[in-house]
């Protein structure tokens, strides 16, 4: 699986781009603003999209959804707690597969009530969950610090550290990292109790 990641407009959002190489089936990942950029790769690796998913609802990350339709013809995947128009809905263990990739879906609330993670090819993408060295705020509608606590402590710290982590957000010092790297230098990572971690992050 080939990763296209691609840094658009002015809140230094990740779209993503991710390619089945054997097929060159792919799918979009939270498509906002600088489309052009995402058409320029889609028509010269010769891709067919066949999903852009969206790792939540904000709209910095569904901004460009039914422009990239139209262009692609592709279905919108969004999790059942969306409320954004989509096609197709996800639950938690849920499967994506283009060409022959799959990624599983991992519900991970607390930024927002319909946050996932999709985990594949060894790789993470956490939308606005877990950024390199930080995480996704909790003050905006549907937001929870103790929602965020679970999903870090309890589902993405179980994960194997050596996931590559794609985050949301280019917000930290590098665009990637790895789980084990998170977990060692992450603030938001080092082990504390829940009420500890909503005084800091709430």
């Not at 080939?2 to 799918?27: C, P, R, W």
């Not at 870090?152 to 996931?163: A, G, K, Q, R, V």
């Not at 790895?178 to 009420?195: D, I, P």
Request: glycine share 8%.
């Amino acid at each position: 699986m080939k990763v296209h990641q691609i840094q658009v407009g002015g809140m230094q959002n990740f779209s993503y781009i991710l390619e089945d190489e054997e097929t060159e089936e792919a799918i979009i990942i939270d498509p906002s603003w600088d489309l052009e950029n995402i058409e320029q790769i889609i028509k010269r690796n010769d891709l067919k999209v066949k999903y852009i998913v969206n790792t939540h609802h904000h709209f910095d990350h569904t901004l460009g959804n039914e422009a990239m339709t139209k262009l692609t013809g592709a279905k919108i995947i969004q999790h059942e707690a969306s409320e954004l128009k989509h096609d197709l809905t996800v639950t938690d263990g849920d499967k994506i597969t283009f060409g022959d990739s799959e990624l599983s879906i991992i519900h991970t609330p607390g930024h927002s009530k319909d946050g996932i993670c999709l985990v594949g090819d060894a790789k993470i993408f956490s939308g606005d969950t877990l950024f390199v060295g930080n995480c996704g705020r909790v003050d905006l509608p549907g937001g929870s610090s103790k929602e965020l606590y679970h999903s870090l402590f309890e589902i993405i710290s179980n994960l194997d550290d050596n996931l590559v982590l794609y985050p949301g957000h280019n917000y930290g010092p590098t665009p990637t990292s790895t789980l084990r790297k998170e977990k060692a230098t992450n603030f938001v990572m080092q082990k504390r109790t829940e009420q500890e971690f909503t005084a800091i992050i709430g």
